[in-house]
């Protein structure tokens, strides 16, 4: 029987482990120190404030340590890739790009996200322990499947791709040069964008009806435009940066 050398379960199976081998002690110091921050904020809440905790609290405390810590996370998961001395050794690991690829995405991902989910839970149950006992304060049980929490999740699978590509392109202080290019490009089409409003803006306004093209112009924007660009950023950022990642692996595996 020949072996599948673009894909094997097993293969995927046994880098998923040493991804986590490699990663776990640095996962759970991580961890700890934002469970520790969380857990103390929580509890000066609970004791000195005069408001319900509810799902703005928990979510207004924690999501901005996700992102960020997310992002930082997925900027070294290929680490071993840019070391000097460990890059040879990573690169002749019997694997495919794709195996490695997925493997890497998989835990800068979505077992980074089911453990951010843990992490809430953890959250939510102790402020509800604390408050049922030492307080009088009430603290909403949060649910994790709403449209608003999965949206927040969907997002950051979205902008992890773009730092997962940087992750691979750049070879040191990847975090910082991702923020700096993604900048750039940020400020380009700002300009772009800019520009292209003016001459649009100048075209309407010349016409002796100026008021009703504007609104034509707003209601072009909000009926076609918009749904465009949000279904660009739902359904294409991520599988665009995720395939310029695999061939940029590809090239450095070669």
């Not at 776990?24 to 509890?43: E, N, P, Q, R, S």
């Not at 989910?117 to 603290?139: C, D, H, P």
């Not at 909403?140 to 992890?160: A, K, R």
């Not at 009926?223 to 940029?248: E, M, N």
Request: glycine residues 6%.
């Amino acid at each position: 029987m020949e072996t599948n050398s673009f894909f094997d379960i097993n293969r995927l199976k046994y880098l998923l482990l040493r991804q986590l081998s490699v990663n776990y002690k640095t996962m759970l110091i991580a961890t700890g120190v934002v469970v520790g921050f969380l857990v103390l904020v929580g509890t000066l809440q609970l004791f000195l404030g005069n408001n319900t905790i509810d799902y703005g609290n928990i979510f207004g405390m924690f999501m901005p340590i996700f992102l960020i810590g997310g992002f930082i996370f997925t900027s070294m998961i290929f680490s071993e890739l840019n070391s000097p001395h460990q890059g040879y050794l990573y690169l002749t690991i019997p694997a495919s790009a794709f195996e490695k690829l997925l493997s890497a995405w998989f835990v800068s991902s979505i077992f980074y996200m089911i453990l951010g989910g843990i992490i809430i839970y953890f959250l939510n149950f102790y402020y509800m322990l604390i408050a049922a006992i030492f307080t009088s304060q009430n603290v909403e049980f949060i649910n994790l499947f709403s449209l608003d929490v999965l949206q927040m999740f969907g997002s950051y699978l979205v902008f992890h791709s773009i730092f997962f590509l940087g992750a691979i392109y750049f070879r040191r202080v990847n975090f910082l040069k991702t923020l700096l290019a993604g900048f750039v490009v940020f400020i380009v089409l700002s300009i772009y964008s800019g520009i292209l409003a003016k001459i649009l803006f100048n075209q309407f306004s010349v016409q002796s009806n100026m008021m009703n093209r504007a609104v034509d112009l707003k209601f072009t924007f909000d009926q076609q435009i918009a749904p465009i660009a949000k279904y660009l950023f739902w359904c294409g950022v991520a599988p665009f940066f995720i395939t310029v990642s695999y061939f940029r692996l590809k090239e450095r595996q070669v």
